[in-house]
Each structure stands twice: as C-alpha cells, then as structure tokens.
C-alpha cells in the first residue's frame, strides 16, 4: 500500500504545492466513490442521493456513474464488514464497465450503450470513511496493526488504481464532524445501527479525534505527496468536515425555517435502555427540509442538496470555498 511511506513523506516534507481554490476548467462526467452517503441505489438520506442532484442541477449537461455501495469501507482487508468496500468491490464494478476503443475510453451508460469518457473531462469523486471509523469498525472493534493511518491510506490506494486506468481528475471528500451526529454524539441513544450498551460521551470524545485524525492525515498526503505520485494528476480536497460545521452552526443559511434542527433527526429510531422494541418516529414531509440528518447516522436529504451545489460548482470550474486544488495546472 502506498499508506506508511506516504506518511513518513508527508512528515518531512516542508515545501508543497499550494492549494487553489478553483479547478481548471469545466467537466462533463463525475464517478462516483465511496458508501451510503452517496449510493444511490440504498439511499442514505431517505430521498434522493447528491450525485443525483448534481445530474439534475446541471440540466444533465453532466453524466454521474455511481458506483458507491451502502455499508462500504475503503477496504475490508482493512476494516472487515459484509459490505461491497471499495478496493474489492466498487473499482472492480468500475472497471467492469469501462471498455477502450481506438484509444479512447468508453463506460457503459443507462440504455446499456458505450458512451465517452474521456479523462480530460471525467471528475473521480470518493467520500469514504464514516464506517472505517465506525462502530463495527475502529471505534469499537480495530484489528490489531489496523490504525487511522491506514484506513486514510487506503483512499490514495484507490487514486493509484484509477490512475493507473487513465484517471487524472480526483476530488477527495473528507469525513464530515461525525461527533456532531446523533448516533456518535455526547446526547446519543442506542439505535437500530447499533444498540448495545455503550458509553456515549467516550464515543463522542473518540470519535472527534478520529475523523480530525484521519483528515489531518489526507490533507498532508493530498498536498504534499499525491502530486509526485501521480504526476499530471489535479487533485481537489473537498473540506466536508467544514461544510457539515458551517450547516450545524449557521442552520439559517442553508435549511428551511423556522424550527432549523440540527441535532434531531427526520427518521428517529431509539432502541429502549431496557432492550425493548425499536420505536421509530417520522417527521411529516413539511418539516424534512429543516434538517440536517435524516436518521441516527446519515445526512438529510437537504444537507445532500448543498454537497450537490457544491461539487457541481467544482465540475463546472468554479471557485469553491470548500475545495482547494493540488498538482497539476
């Protein structure tokens, strides 16, 4: 893996390029990377994913192939689940259903057809981490050697493969404030993701150090060691983390009022500190967009419609305070 001599480098290293905040001009496809954040088949958000609002938002003008899986780590070599991760799942799907032609590179769309893909005009997206951290993962069950260091690792593992394959556009999504979240938040409650006893500040406190952690450590890999291992590769770090923060403290700039909730959720289900039954709890339709989650551990449906904004902003070449730009021009 590229992860250990990456960090080491990383470590050492004084002098890098500097980010910018626009990329070099507009995109015409995203793939797309990662777990229920963006699998648009097991919608995370109760509604439609962001990848399809970004599809939408650009009057289709730009071509999204989703490939991200609910329940998926980067890799289950690192972070064992039963679910398709991305190295042993996702890239190979990817792979599967590309196909070059006279030198040019093809993907199979919707109607089943080839269509162009070529690099120049093709953003890889992955936004992975949330259950690498997780409960069932380091946060409650790490294997021994397995740390943030390599989870994080991992993500450049995944460039190394798609570069390989011709890719030169990546936008890596770090991990939102998952301490904020209901289920890993101080105020938490056992839930249908998780209902054995726990105690739940350890989990807040825990986890806040390990999404800060591991996105400390992707920033240091994507400005100062990404650019000499993938030469002519631009790469964009696309600040999740302090998205989700400006939603959760300033609610009116980006959810529908009054009642802005940034701590409850629109699909509540509490498990019974006496292991009863699960009791779940709905918002009527009015309200959901005055939500930042949708569930215990996903983002609401309106929370995705501004990462929509936003990484269509950076497929069109525009400057996005959120983004900043490494390697090539």
Not at 70 to 85: A, E
Not at 192 to 203: C, I, R
Not at 302 to 307: E, H, S, T, Y
């Amino acid at each position: 893996m590229l992860g250990q001599s990456a960090l080491g480098f990383a470590c050492v290293v004084l002098l890098g390029t500097n980010g910018v905040s626009a990329a070099s001009k507009s995109l015409k496809n995203l793939v797309a990377f990662g777990d229920s954040f963006t699998d648009k088949v097991n919608v995370g958000d109760g509604g439609i994913p962001w990848p399809l609002y970004v599809e939408s938002y650009s009057n289709h003008t730009v071509s999204v192939y989703d490939f991200a899986r609910s329940g998926g780590t980067c890799s289950n070599k690192i972070t064992p689940r039963p679910f398709p991760s991305v190295m042993e799942t996702q890239v190979p799907a990817y792979k599967a259903n590309v196909t070059t032609k006279s030198g040019n590179t093809q993907i199979i769309g919707p109607n089943g057809t080839y269509l162009p893909l070529a690099s120049k005009d093709t953003l890889y997206s992955i936004w992975i981490g949330t259950n690498d951290v997780g409960a069932g993962a380091l946060l409650t069950d790490p294997l021994p050697n397995v740390s943030i260091v390599n989870t994080t690792a991992c993500v450049f593992d995944w460039m190394k493969a798609l570069y390989d394959q011709g890719a030169r556009n990546f936008l890596l999504q770090n991990m939102i404030p998952l301490h904020l979240i209901p289920m890993y938040a101080a105020t938490g409650y056992p839930t249908k993701f998780w209902s054995a006893p726990h105690n739940q500040t350890e989990w807040s406190i825990l986890m806040a150090e390990l999404v800060r952690s591991g996105n400390e450590l992707s920033a240091l890999r994507t400005k100062y060691v990404a650019p000499s291992l993938f030469p002519g590769a631009r790469i964009g770090l696309f600040d999740s983390y302090g998205l989700f923060l400006d939603m959760y403290n300033n609610p009116a700039k980006y959810f529908v009022g009054p009642g802005y909730n940034v701590t409850g959720v629109v699909n509540a289900c509490k498990f019974p500190y006496d292991n009863g039954t699960l009791v779940c709890n709905t918002q009527p339709e009015s309200k959901r967009d005055s939500y930042l989650w949708w569930d215990e551990l996903h983002p609401s449906e309106q929370a995705n419609r501004v990462v929509a904004r936003h990484i269509l902003n950076v497929l069109k070449g525009g400057n996005d305070p959120f983004v900043s730009w490494y390697g090539a021009k």
